[in-house]
């Protein structure tokens, strides 16, 4: 049973820093790995979608490596910024139709 | 019309009650997926429906059931409501049922069962 675990479950750092959110899952026969945000509140927003063939995705401040053999994948925030503050959320692609297996995210606060 | 939009935003309902949660998907996409979420944890999966039919269910019960219209539009209905169903329900639309298209979430809605 492919399980999806996020750490840290919370992270608080000031304004600037660059930052690695951590995403692990137990079964590395995937199709497709996605980072999404979430707002309180809010639907989700996609950030990053890594097909199964490749190493990483960039969008922006935005870096997203997937590494399926060790079966993780990180998220790397370069020069957080206040509106970076969001629940961040991987999930998995493991069939052919759209069910993503999330993780429960991890919490981040950025303060000025 | 670009986006997914879900109502109602926010509803309070009581155990037994039934509830119909609604979706207007994105121009264009022909699949709609929904999922419960709960506080503090990431969405689950509860079903996809494809050009009008069911074709893939996560782990809940038959009490929840969902349609999708001709238009974009889909509902999702949960009978004899329990405590543990309070969560925000989302949808999710997509251009194809393959898995291999990004999926635009909407909102969702917030459900509360006392």
């Known amino acids: 049973k492919q399980e999806v675990t996020q750490i840290p479950a919370a992270l608080s750092v000031p304004e600037g820093e660059n930052l690695v959110l951590n995403c692990s899952f137990t079964d590395s026969a995937i199709y497709n790995l996605q980072w999404f945000r979430q707002d309180p509140g809010k639907g989700l927003t996609s950030l990053l979608l890594i097909q199964s063939s490749q190493r990483e995705q960039t969008s922006g401040r935005l870096n997203a490596s997937l590494d399926k053999s060790s079966g993780r994948s990180t998220l790397y925030i370069a020069a957080s910024q206040p509106g970076d503050s969001a629940t961040y959320l991987c999930a998995i692609l493991t069939g052919g139709y759209n069910k993503l297996i999330f993780g429960a995210g991890t919490r981040l606060a950025v303060h000025p | 019309e670009t986006g997914v939009t879900q109502s109602p935003t926010h509803l309070i309902k009581t155990r037994g009650q039934q509830v119909t949660l609604r979706c207007s998907s994105q121009?264009?996409?022909?699949?709609v997926s929904w999922y419960q979420q709960a506080l503090g944890q990431g969405p689950q999966f509860i079903f996809q429906?494809?050009?009008?039919?069911?074709?893939g269910r996560g782990n809940f019960p038959p009490r929840f059931s969902g349609l999708q219209f001709p238009n974009y539009s889909s509902e999702l209905n949960v009978n004899a409501l329990e405590l543990d169903d309070s969560a925000l329900y989302l949808c999710?639309?997509?251009?194809?049922?393959?898995?291999?298209?990004?999926?635009?979430f909407g909102a969702g809605s917030r459900l509360t069962v006392l």
């Open positions: 429906y494809y050009r009008e039919e069911e074709n």
């Open positions: 121009s264009g996409h022909n699949t």
């Open positions: 999710a639309s997509s251009l194809d049922s393959s898995g291999a298209n990004v999926l635009t």
